[in-house]
């Protein structure tokens, strides 16, 4: 007889369904370490941003809002004296020329004052001419009846008339040239009313607006009539905020960019002058900020010529540089 094989005890508290269980989280613990180890090795390492695109960033002392005028702005003009419009010479998109004429008034009132100042001057021209004449006159006879007298040969008293008639008609060459004088006033003046009756271009300018027809009534306080655009250069005023008033100053570099969907549209400036009086935000969107924020108008020029138009509004990032040395 083949002796039995005796099993080794189990362990104490262990069944088969525990051995069973450890046997497959061991199972599972080592698929999981496997995995992990697999996908670590898959994996690259992520890649660092770099520092060539951080350094060309740039960087802005500060950004401003701001739009495009002129120095002085738009200029608008009305006639200076009251009457009805004849004439009407431009249209509005024209281009003008500094004394050329925009239009006129009826000016046969102010004409026929001319010639009227004109027939009193020449009235008075031709009295002094004949006081002159009588003048030369009374002086002659004078000194000859001064002459008789001193030789015994004349009578004193008709001496005495002479004399007093020669200085008497020289009052009146006095009173004369007083009278032109007057009358050449009055003749400047009526010219100058004349002139006063046609509105010319105070320089070379496009005319952007035109209120006025011929045969209209007008006045000085019945409003503007034309509005020019003065060939001047084109000017940035930015509302800079109150926190970046000390970094900015004059002589700063600037870029101008468009408030619109093009972004590529920007262009080079520099600071001209900053304000010295504080005021409320006008330019921004939001009515809070406007009524909150306080600004300082800071005036840019291009660096080149620019045509864009007035009232454009940009947005001014004013480039961050060393302050001004004292």
Not at 100 to 117: G, I, Y
Not at 161 to 168: F, Y
Not at 262 to 286: E, K, M
Request: include cysteine; proline fraction near 7%; charged fraction near 20%.
């Amino acid at each position: 007889m083949k002796p039995s094989r005796m099993k080794p005890p189990a362990a104490p508290g262990a069944s088969p369904m525990r051995a069973t269980l450890m046997a497959r989280s061991l199972r599972l613990g080592a698929l999981a370490l496997t995995a992990a180890w697999l996908l670590a090795g898959c994996s690259k390492p992520p890649a660092t941003p770099p520092a060539a695109s951080t350094a060309a960033a740039p960087a802005y002392a500060a950004v401003a809002r701001g739009k495009i005028d002129i120095e002085g702005g738009l200029l608008s003009l009305s006639m200076p004296r009251e009457g009805t419009l004849a004439k009407v010479s431009v249209h509005e998109g024209d281009r003008v020329k500094q004394g050329q004429l925009l239009a006129m008034l009826d000016t046969e009132p102010a004409r026929l004052a001319v010639d009227a100042a004109q027939a009193a001057l020449q009235q008075s021209q031709a009295q002094l001419k004949l006081i002159a004449i009588r003048q030369a006159a009374a002086r002659q006879r004078a000194q000859r009846l001064q002459a008789a007298v001193a030789a015994d040969a004349g009578d004193g008293q008709s001496a005495d008339d002479a004399r007093e008639l020669a200085a008497q008609l020289d009052a009146e060459e006095a009173a004369g040239r007083a009278a032109i004088s007057m009358a050449t006033q009055k003749l400047a003046e009526a010219r100058y009313e004349l002139k006063q009756r046609s509105l010319l271009a105070p320089f070379d300018a496009e005319v952007v607006r035109v209120m006025a027809q011929p045969g209209a009534s007008v006045s000085p306080s019945s409003g503007p009539l034309f509005t020019l655009l003065p060939d001047k250069p084109r000017i940035v005023r930015a509302e800079l905020n109150e926190s970046f008033v000390g970094v900015i100053h004059p002589g700063m570099h600037a870029e101008v960019v468009s408030n619109s969907d093009n972004q590529s549209a920007h262009w080079s400036a520099h600071v001209l002058r900053i304000g010295a009086i504080y005021g409320p935000a006008t330019l921004d969107n939001d009515p809070q900020v406007r009524a909150n924020a306080r600004t300082v108008e800071c005036v840019l020029a291009f660096d080149q010529p620019q045509h864009l138009r007035i009232g454009q509004r940009v947005v001014v990032r004013f480039a961050a540089s060393a302050p001004p040395k004292d």
